[in-house]
């Protein structure tokens, strides 16, 4: 072989192994991570028990009385009238809030009667049976109880009041 021969065949493989060389430093890594997702069903809510005041006799003096619903049921009468409880059946409202333990909420109630006559309607706050209010406890579900008042005077006319508690449970 010739001296040109040889270097044209050095030149050759000193460009091949550069080549080479500059294949192996180029590429790519990759990994992999797993991902994961659990859905959970909202809040829900569930009226368990009815709001029931009983039978109450209207003062017939001039001073009003206030109706009081506790949250446990039971109805007393506070004000200067004369008015009574007559023995009869009553209820706080009861309702179920159902969630993954740990979700917080807070609630709104509205009181309201559709006979007119009666005044100073309002819901009590809620109490929870177990628990903190405002977080639902180990197990997904919480009892809220609520109670309600209402003012009548010698004028609050004799009927039977129909009316609804509305609670509205907001959460995150």
């Known amino acids: 072989m010739n001296t040109r021969h040889m270097l044209l065949a050095a030149g050759a493989?000193?460009?091949?192994?550069?080549?080479?060389?500059g294949a192996l430093a180029a590429g790519s890594a990759s990994a992999s991570a797993s991902?994961?997702?659990?859905i959970l069903s909202p809040m829900t809510i569930t009226k368990t028990q009815d709001m029931a005041f009983g039978q109450i006799v209207r003062p017939s003096n001039a001073s009003?009385?206030?109706?009081?619903?506790?949250?446990?049921?039971?109805?007393s009468l506070t004000g200067a009238g004369d008015g009574s409880i007559v023995a009869g059946s009553t209820t706080a409202a009861k309702f179920n809030?159902?969630?993954?333990?740990?979700?917080?909420?807070?609630?709104?109630?509205?009181l309201a009667f559709t006979t007119s006559g009666l005044t100073g309607i309002a819901a009590s706050a809620p109490v929870a049976t177990s628990g903190t209010l405002g977080v639902i406890p180990a197990?997904?579900?919480?009892?809220?109880?609520?109670?309600?008042?209402?003012?009548?005077?010698?004028?609050?006319?004799t009927a039977t009041y129909g009316g609804t508690l509305t609670v509205t449970i907001n959460y995150p």
């Open 13 to 21: 493989a000193i460009t091949l192994t550069f080549a080479s060389t």
């Open 64 to 75: 009003p009385n206030t109706v009081v619903l506790n949250t446990s049921g039971a109805v």
């Open 97 to 110: 809030l159902a969630a993954v333990a740990g979700t917080t909420y807070s609630t709104t109630q509205v």
């Open 139 to 157: 197990g997904g579900l919480q009892e809220i109880r609520y109670g309600g008042q209402f003012d009548i005077t010698s004028a609050t006319p």
């Open 35 to 38: 991902a994961s997702v659990t």
